[in-house]
């Protein structure tokens, strides 16, 4: 009975086609909207994602990578004596006016690494070229919203607060949620770019020693230095929470996505319950045979979860083609975690067991005596 | 003469808006086994109204229906699983499932009673055969004429060997041949197994193949006609 239940569904080749075509869409619409609501608030943190450490330590008052609070230099010697520190090395961030040698003026973003290791640099910046930040005025800058400095390229020069910078390399890193270009450079130099009178070190990126839980370390940190210590991804959280509390991102995006979740699950059940409910005279004929209310239930709910899983298959990969297709860095934000595959999975399932089960409500209920009638 | 339905004091009325209509007005009536039985009468005199009942689909008002010494109540859960194993369903549209092939709509009943789908198959295609649609059996409903379309539903009717037959209006969408051939079908096929049938119609080209005929009118029985070519049938009397 199962096996015609799928015959019927399938050799009805439009109808059929309709309803992959619905969920189909239906799940594309789901999985895009959310991976670009999930790209662009992973965007807020790409600093932190670029700078790749385990562990970053701040002052008490930050609430993002975004948030510059320094801390006084020393703070840098007291994370290195914590316990399961492996090593300890500046990061700072501060924004700064830059002017082009064409005139063009504007604030970039200037990143200072430690100078010995060069520790947060992005894995873009190719080690010959990280290198050079150690020649003097040495500066990289970010192709992505350079294009407001005229898009400068190596062995263009700037000035930083009326201090020459030389760029030696133009890199493409991940683009972040400010409109400013990022500047690399180690950390003394960025002091030098800066008015003077502040020490700027707005982070310190740690690595703990092998073996030894990073929690149990950040714990340390911030027991014995009275700082705020976090692992990579409680940070890219505490980001990504700030900026959706302070720009209304999640609020008015994620209606935006509620609306193409409502909007999926609507088309899912219109197309699975007129489907179901077109064949109604064909399941009030084998009510007349003598088929039992479960079984026919049973072949409805095996049609509704077919067509939504080959629905949902197909949209997911459309989902993840557009995914494949966009250039890592472009001005799309996109990205696919698992939870918004299951949950759209969830999302379009729930869907087709509803419309089966209201349509198995009509089914079950259908006067057979209809088929008698003309 | 053994009996295969016997109806008593069955009643039904519809209601529509706030008029309500009594549709059958106390029907008692004795179906013998293995005849061919008609029931004819005027359009609206409430006869698939009465097959509907006979079958335990509709519930009647009042009156009880006994199908080979079993008790049907409608719409229970014990009558669909009598209708499955003992009726056999022929209808006027007959109800093809347009998807599905001859072979594959000749085998639903055997599979709606779980019988492995090798075996239905090729019990379907040996009932098709049977009906003259061996050379038919993957073709879809929609590539046959109407004629072959009604013998495939006489093949699903028969496939699962019921005690009775129960076709309402067999003939009527088939042309005068046709309808011919599917009665001598029908007749041949029952004759063959034993089988009772029952059968609605209004066609009067075809009443030469019934042992006798039941006459409705305005939901009542008003004569049953012993077709010239039987012996006196006292089932018919109900004695
Ligand atoms: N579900 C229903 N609701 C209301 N009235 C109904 C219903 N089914 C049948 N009727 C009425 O009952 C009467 C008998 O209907 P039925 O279908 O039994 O007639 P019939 O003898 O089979 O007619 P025909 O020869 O035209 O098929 C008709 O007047 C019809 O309108
Ligand atoms: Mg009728």
């Known amino acids: ?259 193409g979740i409502i909007v999926g699950a609507a088309i899912t059940a219109q197309t699975l319950y007129t489907f179901m409910i077109e064949n109604i005279r064909q399941l009030g004929t084998f009510k007349a045979i003598g088929i039992s209310n479960w079984q026919l239930a049973s072949m409805v709910m095996l049609q509704g979860l077919s067509v939504g899983l080959i629905g949902f298959g197909i949209g997911a990969g459309l989902c993840s083609v557009v995914g494949l297709i966009n250039p890592r860095n472009s001005e799309l934000a996109y990205y696919t975690p698992q939870e918004l595959v299951i949950m759209a999975l969830g999302v379009v399932l729930t869907f087709c067991v509803l419309s089966s089960l209201l349509s198995i409500r009509k089914v079950v209920t259908v006067d057979p005596a209809l088929v008698f009638r003309g | 003469m053994r009996v295969a339905v016997s109806l008593s004091g069955l009643k039904k009325s519809f209601t529509a808006g706030d008029t309500k209509s009594l549709v059958l007005k106390g029907i008692d009536l004795t179906i013998p086994a293995e005849e061919i039985t008609f029931v004819t009468g005027p359009s609206g005199c409430g006869k698939t109204t009465l097959i509907s009942i006979i079958a335990g689909i509709l519930t009647p008002d009042s009156g009880r229906v006994t199908i080979f010494d079993t008790p049907i109540v409608a719409k229970s859960r014990d009558s669909t699983k009598f209708r499955l194993a003992n009726i056999g369903f022929i209808f006027q549209q007959h109800n093809l499932v347009p998807t599905l092939t001859a072979a594959e709509n000749a085998s639903i009943p055997l599979l709606i009673r779980r019988i492995p789908q090798r075996q239905a198959r090729r019990k379907a295609i040996a009932m098709l055969s049977e009906v003259g649609l061996g050379d038919r059996i993957d073709h879809l409903p929609s590539q046959l004429s109407g004629g072959q379309q009604q013998r495939v539903a006489i093949a699903r009717a028969l496939v699962g060997e019921p005690r009775l037959i129960i076709c309402d209006e067999p003939t009527a969408s088939l042309d005068a041949e046709n309808g011919f051939h599917v009665m001598s079908l029908l007749k041949r096929l029952s004759s063959e197994g034993d089988r009772t049938v029952l059968v609605v119609t209004h066609d009067s080209r075809i009443y030469n193949f019934a042992d006798s005929i039941i006459e409705m009118e305005d939901g009542q029985v008003v004569r049953i006609d012993l077709a010239q070519n039987k012996s006196y049938s006292n089932a018919m009397r109900g004695d």
């Open chain 1, 1 to 259: 009975m199962y096996v015609l239940a799928l015959k019927m569904l399938c050799r009805d080749r439009i109808k059929f086609l309709t309803l992959i075509v619905g969920i189909a869409f239906a799940t594309l619409l789901i999985t895009q909207q959310g991976s670009i609501f999930c790209g662009l608030m992973l965007r807020t943190a790409s600093t932190i994602f670029d700078t790749n450490v385990p562990i970053w330590v701040t002052d008490p008052e930050v609430r993002s990578i975004n948030d510059s609070v320094a801390m006084k230099e020393d703070v840098l010697q007291r994370v290195r004596s914590v316990n399961g520190v492996e090593w300890a090395v500046p990061f700072s961030m501060n924004n700064a006016i830059a002017q082009s040698d064409k005139g063009e003026t504007g604030v970039v973003q200037l990143i200072g690494l430690d100078d010995e290791s060069l520790i947060g640099a992005p894995a873009e910046i190719p080690k010959a070229v990280l290198k050079r930040l150690n020649e003097p005025d040495a500066v990289i800058i970010t192709r992505s919203r350079s294009e407001n400095f005229g898009a400068p390229m190596e062995g263009d020069t700037f000035e930083i607060n009326d201090r020459r910078a030389r760029v030696v390399g133009v890199v493409d890193a991940s683009k972040n949620f400010t409109p400013f270009p990022s500047l690399y450079s180690t950390h003394s130099k960025a002091l030098l770019f800066l008015p003077p009178g502040y020490k700027y070190l707005n982070f310190v990126l740690v690595k703990p020693k092998s073996g030894i839980d990073p929690a149990r370390v950040c714990r340390n940190i911030q027991e014995s230095t009275g700082l705020q210590a976090f692992q990579q991804w409680d940070f890219v959280w505490k980001t990504m929470i700030y900026w959706g509390k302070n720009t209304g991102i999640p609020i008015n995006f994620g209606i935006t996505v509620l609306l």
